[in-house]
């Protein structure tokens, strides 16, 4: 496990060596930067006003998300009862249902922190659909004052860097293929390992242990809650939120 976390490691002894003086950038940042960009995908990240609605929610019949918790729907109109939550072994089994944010209220964070979560899709969906890891949330639960950033990926090994404010999403790294993004198998299958660390000066996003791409922090909101993202119609497994220490 050390071994797999040696990038972040890194990540960690350059944040705390750029206090005052900004990040350096990771090399592999620079490398990706550098390369051509590939043609965009659709974004199926995101059910909402200027995101494409590729098929109908399935209503799963559930009870909403755990004790503890708060799942708010992209849509007004959804319910997040028709999202279905199994706890079992300190991990959720999560079928939706509509595209929703799950959260705990005291997962508020600012400066310089870290965020982590497993996420194993189970089952290939009808349509690529995304999940994954949000934070800096604010009035998460009013629809036109709403603020987050999120990082997201799906099962074709791809990954999106967005934010949204109220209705309004922008796009801070398009769909984008990576190796460090698993693929999943025949079956749909695949385990996504996600943490997003921030800096003092630049947001680094990260699968496995391994450095995916990097931000300027001024582009995307830090300050405030953190939870999982997950869009409809998805069969996942899912580990709360974590905050592990390095």
């Given amino acids: 496990m050390v071994n797999k976390f040696w990038s972040l490691s890194a990540l960690v002894l350059v944040a705390a060596c ?92 600012k400066g310089e922190y870290q965020v982590s979560a497993t996420i194993d899709q189970l089952e290939k969906p009808k349509h690529p659909e995304a999940f994954g890891i949000f934070l800096g949330g604010s009035n998460l639960t009013d629809p036109a004052k709403v603020k987050y950033g999120y990082f997201v990926v799906r ?44 800096a003092p000066d630049t947001v680094h996003f990260i699968m496995d242990g391994n450095l995916v791409t990097a931000v300027p922090k001024s582009k995307f909101p830090t300050v405030g809650i953190a939870g999982i993202r997950v869009n409809h119609n998805l069969h996942l497994s899912v580990t709360p939120l974590a905050t592990p220490k390095y």
């Fill in 155 to 198: 099962g074709t090994g791809e990954y999106l860097i967005k934010t949204r404010d109220g209705d309004n999403t922008t796009t801070i790294v398009d769909w984008t293929a990576s190796p460090k993004i698993p693929k999943e198998d025949a079956s749909g299958k695949a385990t996504y390992k996600m943490s997003v660390h921030v």
């Fill in 18 to 109: 750029a206090k005052g003086k900004g990040d350096a950038a990771p090399a592999d940042t620079a490398a990706a930067a550098a390369a051509p960009a590939p043609a965009p995908a659709a974004d199926t990240g995101m059910k909402m006003a200027g995101d494409m609605k590729m098929d109908a929610d399935k209503s799963i019949g559930g009870t909403g998300v755990p004790a503890g918790y708060t799942g708010v729907t992209d849509q007004s109109d959804a319910k997040i009862t028709d999202a279905k939550y199994t706890a079992n072994a300190g991990r959720w089994e999560i079928q939706t249902g509509p595209a929703h944010i799950t959260f705990a209220p005291k997962d508020s964070f």
